[in-house]
Nanobody
Framework: QVQLVESGGGSVQAGGSLRLSCSVS????????MGWFRQAPGKEREFVAA????????NYEDSVKGRFIISKDNAENISYLQMNSLKPEDTAVYYC?????????????????WGQGTQVTVSS
């Protein structure tokens, strides 16, 4: 069974930065497309960023473009979400997700494996 474990969440002031990590168990990480999603209180889980299995294609939700960067370290089996210029509206629980496949995927239902989530709180 593939396991994903997020870390790196916390509390920051607006304008600050955080880097989330998603450690993935198993030897098939190189073949996984990765995604990051978030869920704020009272809202549905929403797409944040996605990357194809080889890192060649990335996609971002409009509100995070230019501020967030998704990456993937195949040697360490880790995906990262670098979050810069954070805003209070970025406050949410952030989840990483993985699946096999050759492209990137933006729908939560497309992913097979999920982490437990990590809280990000941005104060004004």
């Amino acid at each position: 069974q593939v396991q994903l474990v997020e870390s790196g969440g916390g509390s920051v002031q607006a304008g600050g930065s955080l880097r989330l990590s998603c450690s993935v168990s198993g030897s098939a990480f190189k073949g996984y497309a990765m995604g990051w999603f978030r869920q704020a209180p009272g809202k549905e889980r929403e797409f944040v960023a996605a990357m194809s299995w080889n890192g060649g294609i990335m996609n971002y939700e409009d509100s995070v473009k230019g501020r967030f960067i998704i990456s993937k370290d195949n040697a360490e089996n880790i995906s990262y979400l670098q979050m810069n210029s954070l805003k209070p509206e970025d406050t949410a629980v952030y989840y990483c997700a993985a699946r096999g496949g050759s492209y990137y995927y933006t729908r939560a239902g497309d992913y097979d494996f999920w982490g437990q989530g990590t809280q990000v709180t941005v104060s004004s």
